[in-house]
């Protein structure tokens, strides 16, 4: 006996947006915990949130989807849903398969987990000390990879490590990455020489010029209206807050970021913005009609990626962005930048130039970062090193990668919020992003030929709107591997990234 | 057969320990909604608010507690339970029983039709547009009407709005409420009519001089202090934001207060801050031990309101308390109050004087407005007057008695946010509170003879240790009726709460 396919679909997506709206709740709890939250209520709140994850799992493996799904893949009418319909199946069924075989235990042991170590980790990179964090970045590990096993027989994965990179950036493989990552890694260490040896170099002494933080608020919040990530009026979606580590949570009419201001460092609080506000339109910018489904949302963390480092990098680095924002810079920073010249102003926030910091880093070196992590990462999940050597290894690779020496852990090891929180297989992301963005540029910038001319008289409008015609409205409607095919016309390849960084490095350096 | 009464008794406490925590997480959300939500969000976080008020119905209604409690009431060693698990076991079969009564469907509808109201309420007061908010207002009644005839039946009171009374203050009732209140507005009318025919009236003109909104900020956080809640040490439970209307919200270690400041009106912050902070002292000083069980909450509304009202106006409107604070409030507002004398200062801060907004009302005219707003939910419960109606009568009580004329709904009928948050039965407490408090003055002076001279050293830590040990630490360990009398020795009477009005007045007004 065969159900009613039409009225099967519909309760399906009821139960699922159910969870889908649970899930943006747990977001504003998350978002609490980082921005707002009294440091006294971190026991609280991870019983919170590792009751909530253990919920959503529950509601996320509920018998009646299993049941409703099954009724609709065998219904014989299966073949009449529409794209859109077939991709929400595809999409309930992959995470339904991966979750039901999820223990629900280890589900709340990893959100418990996560709180902690988030919370101790924050205390030892403030002391410096790895010792501290070590235990608890053990436990996480070994909980990723129990996890990791059991996603790995569900999604058919070659190893445990791909299936933790599947959850950002489904069918990718590590294997697949490497191969990418070792011509980038190629084209940037050729490029970085470039630089290092041009005879025109930056002077960027002003950008450590103080700017008090209440003006970098204003900053912000100008920077926001150019890229239109609307946070003052009175139908904002959005606001910016300052956290040690900026992210951006929500969900459509919910999406917020967070910044941190240097007063010795106003152009870290604007790439930060910028690269915030790129996450932010793209959530903001997803298909209304999909709200609550599994199609609306972003179709892989590297196409997040993509988004927040075109519109930080691509957008926010180029010279006309700064022809058109460097005078409102100026006025709204009174005489402190006043001197300050447009062409030695786009050089200095373009200097190539190795770093510890991966958030600071360049456009040209940011990838040699993420390689280090990914080589850590697929060692670790592959049990060819452990937790206790990171440090060593982790300071070893930044000299091999950026002839740099980290003094002390808070620099290197415990720089980044990820493997605290859990994320692990998420940085290889931050790398694609920039692939993908460098794809993408050189199809918008033959179906908008003008688009620099718009941004220098301070126009983003015809940019956001190929922006959202073809990633954001695309929602999560085909694996980022299809998008990219779709968008471009072509597989993954760096070429178009190293030729963008190539061009615009030669000017700004002069060889 | 009889099962394992310790074994029945834990596993009904882990269920409950998880209702606890997830409605905690609720008062994050709502706490965001009124705090940092952006505007736009407010349609997903109607959603969001009444899908997990239908979570939090299922939890609490699961048959798995209602199988334990049966298994535990029917134990023959029931007896053998002490005193806190049989008021544990209590305080879940009255839950029990009330929500199993109320459907789901219910639940979600009013938990969704708050959001809708609330966010209506806002723009109609904010354009002085009662037409705008009614409709919303009758939707809202017209629940709570429906959930109040459910309740009435099972908890057995007179009439729906005592079940709704029931909800806030339990086993309290209009009937009762009225008699006590009757005495109540005697005694004020009495004291208002001698503080306006007295000769020495009080110079409040410095109350309006204008002081910087960040300024204001610190002064909160400097009275946070003396009250001792914390609000900025690193392990601090606490925290002060800035909402139209000044609430507090929070469980345990995560309690959160606002405030709203007005620049020429800086007591309004100041005694805002003062009263959310007796609420939240309340809160922190639960019984640690009883974190996550039914016994671990406050009272009872009333005796909340008697926390939040000793801290405001007992402590804070005392000459002793500004013996400390007014040399600290000088220093914080530089020249602006320097002249001000305390003995000036302390008559202004009690001024006695008809005013239209309740939140801003002297201690003596404050009850008056409570007793307008118990009547007029009385008569909306009891079917005798309409929503459409209430802006004609709310005018016309106010005439009657406080003989002030309203001009428009927004100062009138509209001001306060209960009834859009779907708060009926609430305000008595606020009375109940003063008249609780006053009893609680009379013992705690027996008890702490040295209280006013410790206050002016700025020593709160013995009236602290005295409110801690005989009402927070109580938590919900008695019936607030019960309660009362433990501390007091004496049966609910308005008596002392005038005597301590009528001192005070007669020493500020020379009668």
Known sequence: MTGNISSDY??????IKETIIFNSAQAVIQWDMETMMPPKAIGLRSQQLALMSGMQHKMETSPEIGKLLESIEKHPDYGKLDAVQKRNIYLIRKNYDEQTKLPEELVVAIAKQRAIAVDVWKKAKATKNFAMFRPELEKNIELAKKAAEILMKVKRTATPYDALIDIFEPKMTAKEITKVFDELREGLVSLLRKCEHAPKQPDTSFLSRKIPIDVQRKIAIALAEVVQYDVT?????????????????????????TTHYYEDMFASSVFSVLHEAGHAIYEQDLNPEWMYQPVGTGCSSGFHESQSRTVENIIGRSREFWVYFL???????????????LDKFVHAINQVKPSKIRVEADEVTY??????????ERDLFADKITVKELPEIWNQSYKDYLSIKIENDSEGVM????????YY????????????????LETMEKDLPNWRKQLAKGSFTEIKQWLAKNVHNQG??????DLIKRITGRELTVKPYLSYLNEKCSKLYGF
């Open 10 to 15: 519909k309760k399906l997506m009821e139960k």
């Open 327 to 341: 005078p409102k810079l100026k006025e709204l920073t009174g005489k402190t930048l006043a001197d300050v010249d």
């Open 233 to 257: 009026s009175k139908n904002a979606g959005g606001r910016i807050d300052q956290t040690e580590h900026p992210f951006t949570n929500g969900y459509y009419d919910d999406v917020r970021i």
């Open 425 to 440: 297989g998420y940085f290889p992301s931050y790398a694609l992003g920039n692939i993908y963005s460098g794809q993408m």
């Open 415 to 422: 720089q980044d919020t990820h493997w605290a929180s859990g």
């Open 476 to 481: 999560n409607l085909y694996d980022p591997a």
């Open 367 to 376: 990838g040699l970062h993420i390689i280090v992590r990914l080589n850590i």
